[in-house]
């Protein structure tokens, strides 16, 4: 399997369920990302990973909880979320942090939606 | 700040029609530049770039060049079809002192009619 491959594709739960996103990619990528796309806004940058260390935290709420074992595997582990949590979450990949210069290799994304 | 800026959407077009979608940035430094598409129900793909002044990046017939006097980076394409019906994100990149900089646009959604 090649690629970035991310589980499950949809998501429903309630606001005091507790559930985990996962991301894995197979291309011998060092750095690996969330986003969180939502209607009509640019895309966020929530998370970033390279070499399984978190490198950036872009101001996310504590509900959102990243994890890294190992630079293969990317988890979003989700609690307490809010309604307005909903949205489409995005793993990607890249080479290095720096090669994201030659852009980005996305999955498919995990379609959440917070009851 | 640093921003990319594409017309609203959707841009809705027969099939073969010619296709533009504008994309303009605000950058402080040098960024590079990229054009990703997602189709209905997946994520994005990345489409074209360009790194440098006058550079065109050209993918299944998109094409985009790299303008910094005027600030653009317009997708184009001569003859749509259906397939190509998908949301289209521009991006830039900016690196300097070993960070990164990475902004997306909000999209342009295009819809092709047969």
């Known amino acids: 399997e090649t690629g970035v491959t991310q589980t499950p594709r949809h998501l429903v739960m309630g606001m005091t369920n507790k559930k985990s996103l996962k991301c894995e990619q197979h291309?011998?990528?060092?750095?690996m990302y969330w986003y969180k796309q939502s209607a009509k806004k640019p895309l966020e940058l929530m998370f970033v990973?390279?070499?399984?260390?978190?490198?950036e935290n872009n101001s996310v709420p504590s509900r959102f909880s990243p994890e890294c074992p190992n630079s293969s595997h990317l988890f979003l582990h989700l609690h307490t979320l809010q309604p307005e949590d909903s949205a489409l979450y995005l793993c990607?990949?890249?080479?290095?942090?720096?090669?994201?210069?030659?852009?980005?290799?996305f999955g498919s994304g995990t379609r959440l939606t917070v009851v | 700040g640093d921003s990319v800026t594409q017309m609203e959407g959707p841009v809705t077009l027969s099939e073969e029609a010619f296709l533009t979608i504008n994309c303009t940035y605000t950058a402080t430094g040098y960024p590079s530049l990229f054009w990703y598409v997602q189709y209905p129900g997946e994520g994005l793909q990345l489409l074209l770039k360009a790194t440098k002044a006058d550079d065109k990046g050209s993918n299944k017939g998109f094409e985009a060049t790299y303008r910094k006097e005027t600030t653009s980076f317009h997708l184009e394409k001569g003859s749509v079809q259906v397939s190509d019906s998908a949301v289209y994100f521009c991006a830039l990149i900016l690196i300097t002192s070993g960070t990164y900089k990475y902004i997306f646009g909000t999209g342009t959604r295009l819809k092709v009619l047969a």
């Open positions: 990973y390279s070499l399984e260390e978190r490198v």
């Open positions: 291309l011998g990528h060092n750095a």
């Open positions: 990607a990949s890249s080479q290095d942090l720096l090669a994201v210069s030659r852009g980005y290799t």
